[in-house]
């Protein structure tokens, strides 16, 4: 069995979207089963799901996982709750995918959503088979230090 490794991509600048979805397309050409997970990104079609779901592959949008900054009265509580259950819902289909990349996983630390140690512990308990990229800003020393390529954009 392949241990699958985990790829940080994080940074004030652009385009770790961009190198995730790159990411995607390149492991599906080469037979790989993708899963593309993306959180606190507005409600609306287009753009790179719909170029993923054209590839056949997987998505799946968590909408109800919203920016605090942009929501400044969004319930917390609630926040925290279906974030948890998104993660969950992730780590229990991983075993499925070569490949699970999880878009603006960070923004969820550096919003303060979940705890640095939530996340490195989502991060160690995660399918050991399947290769892991966790992108957005915010990623904390603990989430850099356990991670195999960290990227900074």
Known sequence: MTKGLIHIYTGEGKGKTTVSV????????????????????????GGELDLLQKLSIETRRFIEIKPPSFYPGIDRTELKKHSF????????????????????????????????SEAVNFMKSF???????????GATEG??????YVTYM
């Open 127 to 137: 399918c050991e088979s399947t290769e892991l990229v966790l992108t957005g800003r």
């Open 22 to 45: 790159g990411l995607a397309v390149r492991a599906k050409s080469r037979g790989w089963r993708v899963l593309f997970a993306q959180f606190m990104k507005p409600d609306y079609t």
């Open 85 to 116: 259950e998104a993660l969950r819902e992730i780590q229990h289909s991983a075993q499925d995918f070569d490949l699970v990349i999880i878009d603006e996983f960070n923004n969820l630390v550096g919003a303060g959503i979940i705890s640095e």
């Open 143 to 148: 989430m850099i230090d356990i991670a195999d």
